[in-house]
Structure formats: structure tokens, C-alpha cells
Nanobody, 128 residues
Framework: EGKLVESGGGSAQAGGSLRLSCTVS????????IGWIRQVPGKEREGISC????????YYAEAVKGRFTITSDNAKNTVNLQMNNLRPEDTAKYYC?????????????????????WGQGTQVTVSS
């Protein structure tokens, strides 16, 4: 069974940077899009980025495009999210999650309910 474990996160000032990492294990296929979903209490989950492990194609939500960069290190089985120029509205709990090939046609839409495996989440807090 696939497992995702987040690390990183924490607090930053607006305009600052943070890096999240997700260690991936136990999946029997590399035909996955692994990415990041965030949630603010009382609000809907928001898909913000995903990377195809097989071919490296990346997807970003408009809210983070140009500020966040997702990468994968297949040798280390990690997916990283570099977050630059952080804003207070980026404050949320960030989850690493994976979606499989059956949702390939909708990977680009970053729909949270298409992600079938989730980590425990890590908090990111950005102060103004």
C-alpha cells in the first residue's frame, strides 16, 4: 500500500520561502501524479500542484503559478515543493497526495477528490 510522508513546512514572513518534501513508498507503479493539496479550516481543499512521476509533467493552480515549483527526485523517492514569495493566504495545512492513471485526463485540474492516497499533512503559516 502506498505511503506518503510530508516534511518541512513551518512559519515564514510574507515574501519568504519554505520547502516541503514528500517521501513516497509502497506504490507498485510509477504511473502516478503526486502533488500537494492544501486546506484551511472551514474551507474546501485546494489542489495546488502535481507532477507526473513517469514523465515529469507538472501542473499548477493559478494561485501558485510562478511562485511554487514542484520537482521529483526518483532516486530518493521524494517529491518537493519549493514555495517562494509566500503570501498570508498561503497559510494552510499542506498534504502530499497521489492520483493514479485512471484520472490521467483530469490530472491537470488538480481535483482533490481524485487523489486516492494522502499523507498526514504539514502546517504552513505565513505572517504579514
Amino acid at each position: 500500500e502506498g505511503k506518503l510522508v510530508e516534511s518541512g513546512g513551518g512559519s515564514a514572513q510574507a515574501g519568504g520561502s519554505l520547502r516541503l518534501s514528500c517521501t513516497v513508498s509502497g506504490f507498485t507503479t510509477d504511473d502516478l501524479c503526486i502533488g500537494w493539496i492544501r486546506q484551511v479550516p472551514g474551507k474546501e481543499r485546494e489542489g495546488i500542484s502535481c507532477i507526473s512521476i513517469k514523465d515529469g509533467t507538472t501542473y499548477y493552480a493559478e494561485a501558485v503559478k510562478g511562485r511554487f515549483t514542484i520537482t521529483s527526485d526518483n532516486a530518493k523517492n521524494t517529491v518537493n515543493l519549493q514555495m517562494n514569495n509566500l503570501r498570508p493566504e498561503d497559510t494552510a495545512k499542506y498534504y502530499c497526495a497521489a492520483q493514479g492513471p485512471s484520472f490521467r485526463s483530469t490530472w491537470k485540474f488538480l481535483l482533490p477528490y481524485d487523489f486516492g492516497a494522502w499523507g498526514q499533512g504539514t502546517q504552513v503559516t505565513v505572517s504579514s
